[in-house]
């Protein structure tokens, strides 16, 4: 009886939480494809270089509204950097970017309220420019031994930029975070389910230490902006205090092992410390500051509202059609990717050239897929590269490989070839 018990404890608030986040997530998913299809990073990338103090600027507030995650963000300030941008603006945009997008700032609101959904965004932006800002100080001395390709601009029509606003954030987007917000959710839900509220509150940890420990969790492994929102709720729930939470939420998205990596390869050591020490004492910061210096009931107030275990309150009409729409989308997106990767096997498997699969560590969104197969298929000797997220492959197809080629360029882009 007491399994039941916390099985259907488990599911009432996997229920009750996804519930609160559905018609935000929605909106957000919305807005996200608008901005991916209406604001490409062309358009962008010019803004990333100049002075230290502009290109700072721009690239954070630029990169704080993006839906972009520490995963996808990586291939994409790669892009940013190969292209031209400078070193001050690139990390500007690594670290304000992930910690926050319209999605996950819209299902901070819905479970954590306005006080979470005003400082994330500009906890985000402050750190940004900050980094950005030391990076171009620190760096000033190095050489710059870059060599820029021209890009070329695809004009489209606007029917096609509604298309693929639709496309992207109701599918490739949905694809790349479904994972870890499911993860998110069902991690949050077994926490609510198994440790009694205010179990943090009786182990007496003072606020500097819950937020050290946080960051020893946070730093090395990846969650996404939106899939780290249900954790911080619970987390306040059994008395975690607001800015230890706030840590979770800024440094979880903000970093992780193939980041860093990435960082150091492209960037350097000394952008790589600029960018890990900016993170770290924002996040701390932040923390302090919602500790000490602002009232607590802001930011516990209706996580306990919404999230308590409170069974009166019931999951209204829009809110349980929001859920369905989103679980239908969620299994969607794994459905496409299926058919998509046994597509592109089957048109490999047709044609007549050569065909070598290799393995590459680090790829793991859609926007790392992208970046991989666009930069491959630039060398003359191959007519396709297809990568399969799932097997961290790539099955190259044409004639005569130059495989150091291959290997500089994906090494140019942040990841790995295993040999």
């Not at 901070?108 to 005003?118: D, M, R, V, Y």
């Not at 150091?264 to 900016?278: M, P």
Request: positive net charge.
């Amino acid at each position: 009886m007491e399994v039941l018990k916390y099985v259907t404890t488990f599911l009432n608030d996997l229920v009750k939480i996804l519930s609160e986040m559905s018609p935000y997530l929605l909106l957000g998913f919305f807005f996200a494809g608008l901005l991916y299809a209406f604001i490409p990073k062309k358009k962008i990338e010019k803004y990333f270089n100049g002075k230290p103090f502009r290109s700072s600027v721009l690239a954070s507030l630029l990169g704080v509204p993006l839906p972009l995650c520490s995963c996808g963000v990586i291939p994409t300030g790669t892009a940013f950097y190969k292209n031209g941008a400078s070193k001050g603006g690139t990390v500007s945009f690594l670290i304000s970017t992930p910690q926050t997008g319209v999605d996950s700032i819209l299902a901070t609101f819905s479970l954590l309220g306005l006080p979470f959904a005003i400082i994330r965004p500009l906890a985000a932006l402050v750190t940004g420019i900050t980094g950005g800002l030391i990076t171009s100080v620190v760096t000033k001395t190095e050489s710059d031994t870059r060599t820029f390709q021209k890009q070329t601009e695809e004009h489209k029509t606007f029917t096609q930029k509604v298309v693929d606003a639709f496309r992207y954030g109701f599918i490739e987007f949905i694809q790349d975070i479904s994972k870890w917000l499911v993860i998110g959710l069902v991690l949050a839900a077994i926490i609510s389910a198994l440790i009694p509220n205010e179990f943090f509150e009786l182990m007496n940890m003072p606020p500097i230490v819950q937020m050290f420990l946080i960051l020893l969790v946070s730093i090395p492994l990846y969650i996404c902006a939106t899939g780290s929102i249900p954790l911080a709720a619970i987390l306040i729930l059994k008395g975690i205090s607001p800015g230890a939470a706030f840590v979770l939420l800024m440094a979880g998205p903000a970093t992780n092992a193939a980041t860093i990596t990435m960082i150091g390869k492209v960037l350097g050591k000394r952008s790589l410390i600029t960018y890990l020490a900016t993170i770290i004492a924002g996040a701390v910061g932040c923390g302090l500051i919602i500790d000490y210096a602002l009232p607590t009931q802001w930011f516990t107030e209706i996580a306990h509202q919404h999230l308590g275990h409170n069974h009166g309150q019931s999951i209204n009409l829009w809110q349980f059609t929001s859920g369905i729409v989103l679980i239908v989308l969620i299994i969607n997106g794994y459905v496409q990717k299926y058919l998509n990767t046994k597509k592109s096997t089957i048109q490999l498997n047709n044609n007549t050239m050569e065909i070598k699969t290799i393995k590459v560590e680090g790829m793991t969104c859609n926007h790392c897929k992208a970046n991989v197969e666009n930069n491959l298929e630039k060398l003359d000797f191959l007519s396709k590269a297809d990568v399969n997220l799932s097997d961290k492959t790539v099955t190259l197809k044409g004639d005569n490989f130059e495989m150091e080629k291959i290997k500089e360029v994906i090494d140019s882009l942040g990841y790995k070839q295993i040999e």
